[in-house]
């Protein structure tokens, strides 16, 4: 029976099945941060218990990891704390850890790739949801718990039940100024972020062909704001190439043999999906997020939602509490909005394809006095190629903070966030309340409308410029 | 973990759609170590104002919620953030069933693992049950695991959904990790016969 690349890599990864409980799942590579940890290991020292997998275990540190001068103590003394138990666990466990002072520390989902660590066919874990992120190469890659951290550093399985299949069909050619992000914004504005629950999306058709491997990660990356725990797309000769000669990719006759393999991943003819939906690339404009959940997206040409044109109360509720939070008026635009911050970084769109689009609308120019724009790259990896570049001279010329790499103010628990009040145009992917600092307000877009905005200090449509 | 066992207890309504797990407990307070000392930080951003007082308009500080074990959200709670810290906060309070008509993936995952009953219910019993506590706020309903049944105040017996391998687990108390321990042998075999994709350095 045909079969979909979703049940291909189920398939393939079942250890144990028992009548009446869940499969038993084995992954292939799982990674760790400093925030989610801790209480895992603890569990493992309570029962006296091993890292099963040392050689399918890479630690890192992104979250609380400031991101100033690397070579300072650590001002904050329970980020610190945190930082340093990570180092302990690693030390105590036997893995490897790419930590604070590490040259390939980065972003877990951005390091994960790089190395060659992610690739096509594997199951991917990692206590965060963005871990879909790893699914741009073919692979089954999901966000766990710190209970199940623990599971998979003890057995390195899972207990799962299998998704079901959703196929998300992009096809078409995105025009100028329209980017990967704004195909994933598009899609959880049309299904909302509970559209995907239960699901595992396969990205298809010609617009995400057409992507890069640091797009697909775009857009992979935010399949949990979709509710859908994975999101991936097919291996092609584009992943083999991104992957070949990286540090833990296979060589050789290996490699060789690899490709054979991953050949056989793509989705057979006439396999079905549980369910499926359609996006337009040649329609799609520059989008941007208005509200207080990433579903709360729209293109940015339009005018804000009215919510008495909504007829459920919670949903109604739910809407004119967000344009509260959020200072804004239903039917008025967004366009021409002031802006306080740019933030360009996080799992999201910190790549350096993701710098290098920045950096190219910001040369020459100046960003507007009133805006501060941090530029965070994903990881030491992605810095290094940014400085070959000459990227950080051009982001310093125009006005612009670039700094060390981490998560930074995508989740705000580093000291880099925003005050009460004050208006965010982010590359990140969730905008909740108080995501980017207690009071914060965030608007979710691409990098090219988050250097627009910066150089005109109100949100702006990226094509004026271009 | 000890056995989920049938109770009785008042509804603390939240009527928010998409409740996500940086409302539950914001992330600045993650950089914890512990598991322990997270039911103070429960809804910290809309409990307490910028002076760390609490807000008087907030349900979880009216005396009503003081001793409640159900909470009543929105559609598709707990999504977002994979971040265990969520049911830790909310079991912590005193939380041990969560009443919506969905659940977010990873968040019923983390959920069952402490404890904390995921309930979901049809929109038309969503909407007695908000009707119900609107207009008698000390309105009960009753949880019966073993049955799958939730009784409204109005004395209506609902039959809710859950996997029986959870169901047992949470009857019986067992942990997970336990029950994959005792797998080891087919780890063994599936690890023979399945060399690490990873080139190791």
Same mark, same amino acid.
């Given at each position: 029976?045909?079969?979909?690349? *979703? ?57 609380? *990891? ?11 003394? *329970? ?110 504005? /049309? ?54 000669? $990286? ?38 404009e520059p989008m941007i997020?208005?509200?207080?959940? +990433?579903?709360?997206?729209?293109p940015i040409t339009s005018?804000? +939602? ?28 967004l366009l ?7 933030? *360009? ?56 903070? !670039? ?46 409308t ?9 949100v702006?449509d ?5 | ?8 207890? $008042?509804?603390? +309504? ?16 993650? /950089?914890?170590?512990? /598991? ?51 049911? !830790? ?105 399945? +060399? ?6």
């Amino acid at each position: 029976m045909p079969r979909t690349i *979703i049940e291909k890599l189920w398939d393939s990864h079942v250890v144990h099945q028992q009548p009446g409980a869940p499969s038993l799942l084995f992954i292939d590579l799982h990674l760790v941060h400093e925030v989610t940890s801790p209480q895992a290991f603890d569990e493992l020292r309570e029962r006296g218990l091993k890292v099963r997998r040392p050689d399918l275990t890479i630690a890192t540190a992104d979250h609380s *990891i400031p991101t100033t001068d690397r070579s300072l103590p650590i001002v904050d003394p *329970i980020a610190a704390k945190q930082l340093a138990q990570l180092e302990t666990n690693c030390s105590e466990f036997g893995l490897r850890c790419l930590g604070i002072h590490s040259d390939r520390q980065g972003i877990v989902h951005v390091i994960g790739p790089e190395l060659g660590l992610t690739q096509p066919g594997m199951t991917v874990t990692c206590g965060d949801s963005h871990t879909a992120t790893h699914g741009a190469f073919g692979a089954l890659a999901f966000g766990i718990g710190t209970s199940e951290v623990g599971h998979v550093l003890a057995t390195q399985c899972l207990l799962q039940r299998p998704s079901k299949t959703f196929q998300v069909k992009v096809d078409g050619t995105l025009k100028n100024g329209v980017t990967a992000k704004d195909i994933i914004l598009a899609l959880i504005a /049309k299904i909302g972020v509970g559209g995907g629950t239960g699901s595992v999306f396969e990205y298809t058709g010609s617009a995400i062909r057409s992507l890069g491997m640091e797009e697909r990660m775009t857009v992979c990356n935010m399949s949990i704001e979709g509710g859908a725990r994975a999101g991936l797309v097919a291996p092609d000769d584009a992943t083999y190439q991104y992957l070949a000669g $990286r540090p833990h990719a296979p060589q050789g006759s290996a490699w060789d043999a690899a490709i054979a393999r991953w050949k056989q991943l793509p989705t057979d003819e006439g396999a079905a999906y549980d369910r499926s939906v359609s996006i337009d690339a040649d329609a799609l404009e520059p989008m941007i997020t208005y509200g207080t959940n +990433p579903g709360m997206g729209m293109p940015i040409t339009s005018a804000l +939602p009215e919510p008495a044109a909504v007829a459920d109360p919670i949903a109604r509720d739910s809407i004119a509490k967000a344009l509260k939070y959020m200072g804004l008026e239903g039917g008025k635009p967004l366009l021409g909005h002031p802006v306080d911050v740019v933030f *360009i970084g996080s799992c999201t769109n910190s790549r350096i394809s993701d710098l290098r689009t920045a950096a190219g609308l910001l040369k020459g120019r100046k960003v507007n006095p009133k805006v501060r724009v941090m530029v965070v790259p994903g990881s030491q990896e992605v810095k290094r190629l940014a400085i070959a570049e000459g990227l950080p001279e051009i982001f310093r010329a125009a006005g612009c903070d !670039w700094r060390e790499p981490g998560c930074s103010m995508c989740i705000a628990m580093n000291g880099d966030q925003l005050a009460p009040g004050q208006y965010s145009v982010s590359t990140s992917n969730r905008n909740f309340e108080g995501r980017q600092g207690k009071g914060g307000r965030t608007f979710l877009a691409s990098p090219l409308t988050a250097a627009a905005s910066a150089l005109t200090g109100v949100v702006t449509d990226v094509r004026t410029l271009l | 973990m000890k056995p989920f066992t049938n109770f009785e207890s $008042r509804l603390v +309504p939240l009527p928010i759609n998409n409740i996500d797990t940086d409302q539950i407990i914001p992330a600045r307070f993650l /950089k914890t170590t512990s /598991k322990l000392g997270l039911d103070r930080q429960l809804f910290n951003d809309w409990r307490y104002d910028a002076e760390g007082n609490p807000n008087p308009d907030f349900i979880l500080n009216q005396p009503r919620a003081q001793g409640a074990q159900v909470l009543l959200a929105g559609d598709n709670f707990g999504c977002g953030s994979s971040r265990e810290h969520a049911p !830790w906060a909310l079991t912590q309070f005193g939380f041990r069933a969560v009443i919506s008509t969905s659940f977010a993936d990873i968040f019923k995952q983390n959920s069952l693992k402490n404890s904390l009953l995921p309930i979901a219910v049809p929109a038309d019993v969503h909407e007695e049950l908000f009707a119900a506590v609107a207009a008698h706020p000390a309105a009960t309903v009753k949880v019966d695991l073993a049955r799958q049944t939730l009784t409204t105040p109005s004395g209506r017996e609902v039959v809710f959904p859950i996997d029986s391998f959870s169901k047992h687990c949470l009857l019986k108390g067992v942990d997970e990790l336990g029950y994959i321990l005792n797998q080891e042998p087919a780890i063994a075999a599936y690890e023979a016969a399945h +060399p690490a994709p990873i080139r190791t350095l």
